[in-house]
């Protein structure tokens, strides 16, 4: 028996980093899917086959100890198998770049949990998410959620540290188009760096949140009317804060100009420092803007809004 499920990446669209410290950020689902197939196996073991490697080891080892970035499904095979005799079988495909901030890791969290714990019992997708964010944790302990969130329910959310996430009810036809650095970054390392910058500059820091709260509400009204224009104005208005506070670098900035010239604004997406950003576009100018990156010689890809989050089969 095989139980196969598929959850989509995601966006930071505003507010990353300033969120950390209790501003609202925008996030959404986008339409490039992780896929995880899992099945009961005679032979007590776990194993997970995916296009970044292979583990296989036998259930109940301490999850410490286990040094691969696959640890997450271990995690969650493990924890689900205890109570029965079987072992188990998990095969990843991924569309989504792996390790650039395009939400893979929370993708195969939810794909994972859903999968593995549907060949056993029926799961609501509030359980899976649950499950989704334990198994995160193995591999970023201070995870807010959001990422796992906005990948199980798909579409367009908002999410602060005290209220949590809000489904927003409008589905914009926008297209992004990402361009990947391919600069590795390491999110706590950048998230440090942030901290760092506040800790020198308290002041400008609390402007900065406040710019940033501002720009996040206005953005959430324009969104009711799907303003396309104004929203790309808040994009870039959001890379110039982004700059501010030292996660951008020249590539990053030749990034966003060529995004730019041909989209309504580009910025960032996710901690910076490496990763992706993303030019915000519609049927107009979607093409121009993919053909600036493509002579440039940058990876680019377009994405439209998933809002169909996590899918069972
Ligand atoms: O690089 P990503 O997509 O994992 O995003 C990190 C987002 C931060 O705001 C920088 C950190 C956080 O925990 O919210």
Request: aromatic share 8%; hydrophobic share 35%.
């Amino acid at each position: 028996m095989k139980s196969k499920a598929s959850a989509p990446g995601k966006v930071i669209l505003f507010g990353e980093h300033f969120v950390v410290y209790g501003v609202k950020a925008i996030l959404c689902a986008i339409d490039k899917r992780i896929t995880v197939t899992a099945e009961k196996t005679k032979e007590r073991k776990i194993s997970i086959k995916s296009n970044i490697g292979k583990l296989e080891l036998e259930p109940n080892k301490l999850i410490s100890e286990i040094n691969s970035p696959l640890k997450p499904f271990y995690y969650l095979a493990d924890k689900i198998i205890k109570n029965y005799e079987t072992g188990i079988k998990i095969t990843v495909e991924s569309d989504i770049p792996l390790g650039v901030g395009l939400g893979s890791s929370s993708a195969c969290c939810v794909a994972g949990a859903a999968a593995i714990s549907r060949l056993f019992s029926y799961a609501t997708k509030e359980e899976i998410l649950k499950l989704a964010i334990e198994a995160e944790k193995t591999i970023f302990e201070n995870t807010s959620g959001a990422d796992c969130t906005v990948c199980t329910y798909g579409g367009i959310m908002e999410y602060d540290k005290k209220n949590g996430f809000t489904k927003i009810k409008s589905k914009p036809n926008f297209h992004l188009v990402i361009a990947n650095s391919n600069i590795e970054h390491s999110t706590e390392t950048i998230v440090a760096g942030v901290r760092e910058f506040k800790e020198n500059n308290e002041e400008e820091f609390s402007r900065l949140c406040k710019e940033e709260s501002k720009l996040i509400e206005d953005v959430l009204n324009e969104l009711k009317t799907n303003n396309i224009i104004e929203i790309g104005k808040k994009v870039i208005q959001n890379q110039e804060y982004l700059e501010k506070i030292g996660i951008s670098n020249n590539k990053l900035k030749e990034m966003v100009k060529i995004g730019h010239s041909e989209s309504f604004g580009a910025k960032i997406t996710g901690a910076g420092g490496g990763g992706c950003i993303f030019a915000l576009t519609d049927d107009s100018n979607l093409n121009n803007t993919i053909k600036q990156f493509k002579n440039n010689k940058y990876d680019c890809f377009a994405v439209k809004i998933d809002f169909k989050g996590l899918d069972t089969f």
